[in-house]
């Protein structure tokens, strides 16, 4: 919980924007599942190149902000970083695989795929906006999985790249609001 709440008040910049932030339903969600979603503000935080492996933690929650970040150095890294892991543990993905190909149909509150043109538009902007926020978008948009608590770094990316306080409230509320909605499919 505290490494949650240090990486968004580091992400955010601001006690005011990192309490909007804290008061989200991702945010409680994320507390009481236990889940990793806010390490990747952390990804965020680090130079472009090197962030992205953090981000791809979970990736239905912010793997298109990738795409802003990877460059010729990172996939050296990327291939680097498989050629050590297969003469460590060998062909490891294959025992990791099938376990991620089942998910939690139950708790699942993507609209895919009626969300992908609108995740193909977020993609556009969010690039041409330099925007962490609309590719956090995006990515929720074109994921076939998620759940409440993968909004997070979309919530804390909105905040952040806002100045307006009354915004923060509404993404907060509006938050709860999307929460309460879904929460009654479940």
């Known amino acids: 919980m505290l490494i949650s709440v240090i990486g968004i008040a580091l992400y955010t910049r601001s006690p005011w924007k990192t309490l909007a932030a804290v008061a989200s339903a991702p945010f409680i969600m994320l507390l009481i599942v236990g889940q990793l979603d806010a390490l990747i503000l952390y990804g965020f935080m680090i130079p472009a190149g090197l962030g992205w492996p953090i981000i791809l933690i979970k990736p239905q929650a912010a793997f298109m902000t990738v ?3 990877i460059n010729r150095w990172s996939l050296l890294g990327v291939a680097l970083t498989i050629i050590i892991s297969v003469l460590i543990w060998g062909f ?3 025992n990791s695989l099938p376990s991620s190909w089942t998910p939690d149909t139950l708790h699942n509150i993507s609209l895919f795929p009626y ?3 609108p995740g193909m538009a977020l993609t556009y902007f ?3 906006k ?3 926020a609309l590719l956090c978008l995006a990515s929720l948009c074109i994921s076939p999985f998620f759940q409440i608590h993968s909004v997070l770094p979309a919530v804390a990316a909105i905040i952040r790249e ?3 306080w009354r915004i923060w409230g509404a993404v907060a509320i ?3 609001a999307f929460f309460l909605t879904f929460n009654q499919f479940l």
Request: aromatic residues 14%.
């Open 67 to 69: 795409l802003r970040r």
């Open 92 to 94: 490891w993905w294959q």
């Open 115 to 117: 969300t992908l043109v």
């Open 126 to 128: 969010g690039l041409r």
């Open 130 to 132: 330099d925007s962490d």
């Open 162 to 164: 806002t100045d307006d």
């Open 174 to 176: 509006g938050s709860w």
